[in-house]
């Protein structure tokens, strides 16, 4: 809808064109962000079936302890450096990003090589092929999380192709080193050659945008963003710990084959799982922009982007039940059977969480990190006890109801919060407008800039 203004001849027709130009640009970052993921979920995906098929399923599951505590310190690096960046510097003034890139670049090699160094001690410490791994898994840290803080620092630019092009470096330098990697036939090759893929991506980084890691900022950045990074560090390993705990306690009440079964099922959503943590990557830096140019847009932006989501994972749900049994034991195998009895709920669950990630979006943009983290927690102890009390009482398909509950309430909750923020916002007066030093971190009230996510 074009913006009619009073003014001399012309200006109604350039306001619409600088509308249209500004949709473009929204399409423009969207699409990168959803390229971004696609090579990234690819990568992971490959590199996974790569190291399965290489090593066995023993050796792969050493492999995979090594992988998910990865997830672990990766959530931990996100929300003490590059969340509070995405949400205060997106779409800054260049001299201003660049500087606060710097020092989240260097928080978060600070923190991959302080936990790194644990991982190290803790590996030596465990001996074996376990404690190989662990050890490798230390050595490469450092490297994966300054890649991962590239792409984020991109994305708060608005620079989604060079994000793309980073991921897209890292993929392609994999394949080499995975075929180093299995003629060694180790696990600890192929976590340092994941490690090595990632340390030349984050080097290509810094020529993509010369910017070097101030790890000597570390500190002081975690320290000026703490009233957001404390609350997105428990709010990350919240959301994870969660899921961890719901399959161990399922493989506990229902057994190791209710695991694989809600495994099946997850794998069956998975790119659409993808178009969303795709999405995430940008979505919080334009409510940004949305609030930073026209606030009162802001909840009909969040409403769109979460009714969207959930509208696109019920159609990804009612294709799943139209597919053939032949074409899921394809994909599955022995697994589908049982998986196929939780697409009505899996995808019902899916559909809630991306309702509440509309809201989730908003909370972000608005720098409401108190409200974001009560919102998580809640909707995380709902989850572990939707899906434990589930099983407890109905097995795994239990289990899928109860979690799908758990997401239907927690978006309630989240959209209830986002609701009151926004009051809150639109009753206090609106700042003066002045450049902030990027150091210098803003009061949750002045609603400072968003960040691009991610899981």
């Known amino acids: 809808m074009e913006t009619r203004t009073a003014g001399p001849s012309g200006e109604t027709g350039r306001t619409g064109r600088t509308g249209r130009t500004a949709k473009r640009g929204v399409l ?30 023993t050796a792969f599951g050493v492999f995979s302890l090594a992988w998910l505590t990865y997830g672990v310190v990766l959530n931990v690096s996100r929300g ?18 660049r500087t606060a890139a710097g020092r ?32 490798c898994l230390g050595v490469a840290l450092p490297a994966l999380l300054l890649q991962d803080s590239r792409r984020f620092a991109f994305f708060a630019a608005g620079a989604g192709r060079k994000a793309f092009t980073n991921d897209l470096v890292q993929g392609v330098a994999l394949v080499p080193a995975m075929v180093v990697a299995a003629r060694v036939g ?76 809600v495994r099946g099922a997850e794998l069956l959503l998975g790119p659409f799982l993808a178009l969303l943590m795709g999405l995430s990557l940008v979505t919080v830096a334009e409510a940004a922009r949305v609030l930073r140019q026209e606030s009162h847009r802001l909840g009909r932006f969040c409403f769109l982007l979460g009714g969207g989501q959930a509208g696109a994972a019920l159609l990804w749900g009612a294709a799943l039940l139209l597919m053939p049994d032949r074409a899921g034991e394809l994909v599955l195998g022995d697994v589908w059977h049982s998986a196929s009895r939780l697409i009505v709920p899996a995808t019902l669950g899916v559909a809630g969480a991306g309702l509440g990630s509309g809201a ?46 758990a997401t239907a309430c927690g978006s309630a909750v989240w959209w209830l919060q986002l609701r009151a923020a926004l009051r809150e916002h639109h009753r206090a007066p609106a700042p003066a407008p002045e450049p902030a030093p990027a150091p210098a971190p803003a009061p949750e009230p002045s609603h400072d800039i968003p960040e691009v996510r991610t899981p």
């Open 186 to 261: 180790t696990v600890a090759a192929f976590v340092l050659a994941w490690g090595a893929a990632a340390a030349l991506a984050a080097g290509y980084g810094f020529l993509q945008s010369g910017i070097r890691p101030r790890v000597t900022e570390a500190r002081g950045w975690i320290r000026e963003q703490r009233d957001l990074g404390s609350r997105y560090l428990v709010e990350n390993v919240s959301l994870s710990g969660a899921g961890q705990l719901r399959a161990y306690g399922l493989g506990a009440i229902a057994g190791v084959g209710a695991v694989g079964a």
């Open 360 to 405: 989730a979006t908003g909370l972000r943009a608005l720098a409401a990190a108190r409200r974001s983290l009560r919102c998580q927690l809640f909707a995380s102890a709902c989850y572990l006890g939707g899906g434990l009390g589930g099983a407890a009482a109905a097995g795994t398909v239990g289990s899928a109801w109860g979690v799908a509950t």
């Open 80 to 97: 003490l450096a590059t969340d509070p960046l995405m949400v205060r510097f997106s779409g800054v003034p260049e001299p201003v990003w």
């Open 28 to 57: 423009g970052r969207l699409s990168w962000g959803l390229a971004d993921q696609a090579v990234s979920s690819m990568t992971n995906f490959a590199v996974g079936a790569f190291v399965a098929r290489s090593l066995g399923v």
């Open 104 to 135: 989240s670049s260097g928080a978060a090699l600070a923190v991959g090589s302080t936990l790194g160094a644990l991982c190290l001690l803790v590996g030596l410490g465990l001996g074996g092929d376990v404690g190989t791994a662990f050890a």
